[in-house]
Nanobody, 121 residues
Framework: QVQLVESGGGLVQPGGSLTLSCAAS????????MGWYRQAPGKPRELVAT???????DYGDSVKGRFTISRDNAKNTVYLQMNSLKPEDTAVYYC???????????????WGQGTQVTVAS
């Protein structure tokens, strides 16, 4: 069974930086879009950034110019470099990916367990 495991969250001061990682494991034939989403208390889950297998990226308006998404296809891993962090970036960050386990299998979209990012002085 395919799993996504995030790491790299923590507590950081405003203006600081963090890098999140998300590794996919299990039976994997192909991974298409990989992405990061976040959910703050009392708010709906929102898009942070996505990247497809060709390296094309998309960002939520609130993080443009501050966050950078990248991926290592050989390692089935997606990264999120977060700079100039603000208190409003505080949330649980989730990884998501479109994964096909073998040729012809349906695409699956598993979620990671989430990693907490807290921006506070």
């Amino acid at each position: 069974q395919v799993q996504l495991v995030e790491s790299g969250g923590g507590l950081v001061q405003p203006g600081g930086s963090l890098t999140l990682s998300c590794a996919a494991s299990g039976m994997i034939f192909r991974i298409d879009v990989m992405g990061w989403y976040r959910q703050a208390p009392g708010k709906p889950r929102e898009l942070v950034a996505t990247i497809n297998s060709d390296g094309n990226t998309d960002y939520g308006d609130s993080v443009k110019g501050r966050f950078t998404i990248s991926r290592d296809n050989a390692k089935n891993t997606v990264y999120l470099q977060m700079n100039s962090l603000k208190p409003e970036d505080t949330a649980v960050y989730y990884c998501n990916a479109n994964i096909r386990e073998w040729l012809g299998s349906p695409w699956r979209k598993p979620w990671g367990q989430g990693t907490q990012v807290t921006v506070a002085s």
